[in-house]
């Protein structure tokens, strides 16, 4: 292969990437409008996670807020969506995971639009959410960020990295 035959196909490769990039960053913000993702609007505003049809169902904690954290343990790393909830596993600072971490669920129901979270299944606090950032962002070759989320919560509190589930979501 010539130095020119392989400046192409790599032209060729990145030129794909920034496309698929562009058309998944114009759908997330076309769906923004409606629900999308498994995420309920409710005029304009996140109200509510359907939880089935939660596309992307890792979340990692947010990038931004690892940066100013000073613990070498997250006690919030991660979050795995179930039907119930989800789980909350805690992860080193540097996006480790020793098999020994701690883990607790959180309680999430649905009702008319709007989630709600639970410690213990019974005392129910309404969620919050609040969308920081929808532009889909490349991390590394591997992993993809398609939005950062804040819940705010009586039972819990937390900022997001929700990576595309067919990636490497560990971006440390």
Known sequence: MTFFTAVIKRTHQASRTFLCLGLLTMAIEAQVK???LGIIFTKGVPTGLDVEKLQFKRW??????VAKNTAPILKD???YWRI?????LETGADGSADPDRRKRTIYHKLENRQSFLSKDAKNWS???IKLLNTKPKV???QSKRIMIIEFTSDAFSGAYDVFDENDDHHHK
């Open 126 to 128: 309404l969620l919050k």
């Open 84 to 88: 119930y909830g989800f789980d909350v």
């Open 77 to 79: 790393g991660e979050l």
């Open 139 to 141: 991390i590394n070759p």
């Open 34 to 36: 409606g629900d999308h």
């Open 60 to 65: 990692s904690y947010a990038e931004h807020l």
